[in-house]
């Protein structure tokens, strides 16, 4: 069975971000950019460094304030929390344990007890943290740190999920075997995810839908759509023609796109050590 409802989950229309750097410098991020999630769609982001994929999902967390455009998010249950994030390096509290980390969205909303026991434990078991539950994040791997950071993001139950490349700081066979328990969950509860990755095997492994990004200003330049059926499996799916055609497809698009942030990132480089010469 593959995915999502015609419903829009997510619309974003005329977005524009730009940030005035030191010396007054503007840099736009993002231009008249538009996007729409349906329902349910895992949608997975790529795109050339720099091209305002964080920014994107910080706008989308409403951590960063658009400089104009909209973006709304359909609230489908009262009193669920809009977003929950998970990020690249360590998003979860020192000071907490495994399972407080967990519990921390629910606590903080004041879920009954016996609600957030249910929750937590079941997400606890689904990211094999139970034995680890009264554990200190210093006393976790990386993976585990990471699984923490995603049985809390899902025991939150929030509208959408955003993902902020959670997986690149991990070593291949950690990485392959969370994109599994990640796409478990997912299709447990088939929530409306925005995933960032520089992996074309993830974006593929994991998505409905990928925007392949432009150079900066950040614009989506293509959509591809990735039809396997669900539930994955992430080693069988590698080894099916159809896979190794849809990531030729995206390399194609993403390719001219990366020479051309290198070629901006190179020009920046020549400016400012002009700018310097000139002192
Ligand atoms: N707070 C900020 N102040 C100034 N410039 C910023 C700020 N945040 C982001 N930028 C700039 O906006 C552009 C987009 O940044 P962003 O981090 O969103 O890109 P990205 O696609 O996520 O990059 P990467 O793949 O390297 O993580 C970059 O040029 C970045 O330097």
Redesign the pocket.
Known sequence: MTTTTTETKISIRGLN?R???PGGHV?T?LEDFDLDVPKGQFLVIV??????????L?MLAGL?APTSGSIGIVQDQQGRPENSMVFQGDSIFPWMSVWDNAAYGLTTRGVPKAAIKDTVGHYLDATGLTPFADAYPHQLSGGMRQRVSIARAFANDPEILLM??PFSALDEQNKTLLQAELLRLWEETRKTVVF?T?SVDEAVTMSDRIMV?SA?P?RAKAFIDVPFERPRDVLELRQKPEYGEIVYDIWAQLKEEVEKAKAQSEARVVRRNRKFLKR
């Open positions: 971000k940030f005035t750097v840099v991020a795109g050339p460094s720099g091209c305002g994929k964080t920014t994107l910080r960063e902020d490349e960032i520089h990004m900066q950040g």
